[in-house]
């Protein structure tokens, strides 16, 4: 009886090589598109996250008399900066009150001081308002909710911002510096051009 030989013979190294070949050209020619796709999720996403920030905040606002009243004081301080944004290619300068940023261990934060958590009379303030409308914690880490679409890392915060010269509610990208950051691109009312 004639005995056959099973044939376990594998890839060869010329094979190999040309699957390889093949894998790193399909790498090359959708990577691109890929990190594309990536970084317009993360900016959608960020236009998202802004406009409930904006949402939250204005609500805070209007149905809390405390969280209010901190906000109108806002307006009468020297914490200012001089700004410019650019959308379609056309750039304006204006001055902004630094007011909200998400700091440190909780996600927003009154400017300079951790008594926004509460006013003078124990009740709760706007950053615990604020906080409660967006159905985040009060107590626990928040980070999460920062910017998605990081660019280099010079962005790492959220930053509320209101106007000097019309007193309109801006949110912003924020750089990782001190106090929440300062502001870097604006996300809301309507995207510098970086978010378009």
Known sequence: MKRTRKNNKGFTLVELIIVIAIIAI?????????????TKS???????????IAEAFQVAIASDETAYQQYVKWGRNDIKRHLSVTVDGVTEKYDVYLIVANDKTYNYN???????LKDQNGKPGVYTV???TLGLST??????INPK????????????????????????????????GQPVYRV????????R
């Open 130 to 132: 604020l906080n409660e």
């Open 139 to 144: 107590k626990d880490d928040n980070r999460w």
């Open 42 to 52: 993360r900016i959608s996403r960020d236009l998202q996250t802004a406009g409930e």
């Open 188 to 195: 809301w009312p309507t995207a510098d051009d970086v978010y």
């Open 110 to 116: 009154f400017y300079g001081t951790e008594s926004s």
């Open 26 to 38: 399909l790498a090359v020619i959708i990577a691109p598109s890929y990190m594309k796709y990536v």
């Open 149 to 180: 679409y990081t660019m280099n890392g010079k962005v790492v915060n959220w930053r509320l911002c209101k106007r000097v010269d019309n007193g309109q509610l801006e949110v912003w990208a924020a750089d990782g510096g001190k106090m929440g």
